[in-house]
């Protein structure tokens, strides 16, 4: 692959290097594999509060400064005691000497058949080992207890200290994106501030003189702009800043103008329309002239035509992701390239999409050859096992398919027309939250 310093990467040094590169018909694998090799990550970072960081990329390895839990301390709430007085469970009598709460340690030191009543993380007495729980116990006396029941075994139901994290070991990689529970781990190691990469800049415009802004009159033949709110809603669940430049009419001054101002305001520009055969070859020459791009047909539905590169303008360069116009084309676009071109160039870690196999509830057709992502909704079957179905009609015009679906449907470059009942790649849209 290619060899040259990253400063010099350029499209044609990484896809020489291809034997089947094909910019007409480019295998989508083959699109991400060149997005990956080309892109640079960013530079720039800052210090943010933990509650600031929710969703950014952590800049820096975490180390645990401690070991967490802190001490070797109870994981039910029962009676500590010493795990060599479990000899002869069934008759074992003990002593309670004392109690120790969570917050509240037992000071005292524990004797042979003595034990002490413990709650929940409190810390385990001096020379006990073992926590039987409560519902293993009977009580005697306020100062006697029997074990009654249960397979127990020295070191039962104690959690040792460092068992969750060890202090000096990595707790958080570098790269990660922030999640609920990784602000919660970090405030469990007491950190209230970490250093995070700085947010992307993402320019987009529309492309199209049939399009209308909201709040225009649309006239015969005209459409609402749909493309600058879907990317708007995708970029800002990314973490970026996006910079919304509007629609651009058709014409080379116009484009070049935007071109050239989203270049200097944006680490990455995202276009919608104008790069379909029709539209390409004035765009094409004036793309060629801000920089590196390549216009590619991949082998997909929907999509296809794509432009891919950088471009520099009054000597600063920006990512640039020419997307196909139709609404549903953009959003495939962008989860299947610009995602994770941005991820990378975020800093982040990109790891390979979550695919699940699932069953289709229908037939559905698909030509070997290209990758084809369909809109589905996913559910339980009365079989008791999740099924797939298609949100009916998959033109790459209607957002509705889109809005309905729960899940991508992605049927594979060499796969053909699948049966009811076969499994199919699926795609879940959202998580937990
Ligand atoms: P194009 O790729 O420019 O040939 O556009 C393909 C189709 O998508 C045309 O029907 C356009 O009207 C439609 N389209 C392009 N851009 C947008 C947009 N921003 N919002 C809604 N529809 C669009
Ligand atoms: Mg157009």
Redesign the pocket.
């Known amino acids: 692959m290619n060899t040259s310093p990253a400063s010099d990467r350029n499209l044609q040094g990484i896809t020489g290097c291809l034997s089947d590169y094909d910019p007409e018909a480019l295998k989508v694998q083959q699109a991400q594999d060149i997005m990956r090799e080309y892109i640079q990550p960013v530079c720039g970072m800052e210090k943010l509060t933990i509650r600031q960081a929710l969703g950014r990329v952590l800049a820096t390895d975490i180390i645990s400064p401690i070991n967490v839990p802190a001490h070797d301390n109870s994981a039910m709430d029962g009676y500590a005691l010493r795990g060599d007085d479990l000899v002869d469970v069934q008759k074992l009598s003990l002593e309670i000497i004392g109690t120790a709460l969570a917050g509240a340690a037992f000071m005292g030191a524990v004797m042979h058949n003595q034990c002490v009543r413990i709650m929940t993380g409190a810390v385990m007495p001096a020379g006990c080992d073992t926590v039987v729980p409560q519902e293993f116990t009977s009580k005697i006396s306020d100062t006697q207890v029997k074990l009654s029941a249960g397979n127990l075994h020295a070191g039962d139901n104690r959690r040792l200290k460092g068992e969750d994290l060890a202090i000096g070991k990595v707790a958080i990689r570098k790269g990660k994106i922030l999640s609920p529970a990784d602000l919660g781990l970090l405030a469990s190691l007491g950190i209230p501030e970490i250093t995070v990469q700085r947010r992307l800049r993402v320019a987009i415009f ?3 003189d ?2 209308r802004s909201l709040g225009e009159a649309l006239e015969a033949g005209c ?1 609402y ?4 709110y879907t990317l708007y809603g995708m970029l800002t669940r990314m973490g970026c800043d996006v910079l919304d430049m509007g629609v651009v009419r058709d014409n080379p001054e116009a484009l070049e103008a935007a071109m050239r101002s989203a270049c200097e305001n944006a680490d990455a520009i995202i276009t ?5 055969v029709g ?1 390409a070859d004035h765009t094409r020459q004036m793309m060629h002239r801000l920089g590196d791009v390549a216009f590619w047909s991949i082998a997909m539905r929907p999509g296809r035509p794509m432009a891919f590169g950088k471009i520099t303008s009054a000597g600063k360069s920006a990512y640039l992701f020419g997307l ?4 549903v084309a953009v959003m495939v676009s962008f989860y299947f390239f610009a995602r994770q071109a941005l991820q990378q160039l975020m800093g982040a870690d990109v790891p390979p999409l979550p695919l699940f196999n699932v069953k289709s509830n229908a037939d559905i057709r698909k030509r070997p050859g290209r990758t084809e992502y369909q809109r589905g909704i996913l559910a339980m079957r009365n079989d008791g096992e999740p099924g797939v179905s298609i949100t009916g009609s998959q033109g790459s ?1 209607i957002l509705r398919s889109m809005s309905e679906a729960n899940c991508m449907i992605i049927l594979h470059h060499d796969q053909g027309s699948i049966a009811a009942g076969e499994k199919v790649s699926i795609l879940p849209f959202e998580g937990l939250i």
């Open positions: 529309s492309t199209g049939e399009l459409v702009d749909s493309n600058r919608s329309g104008g790069v379909s539209d196909p116009g139709n609404p015009g």
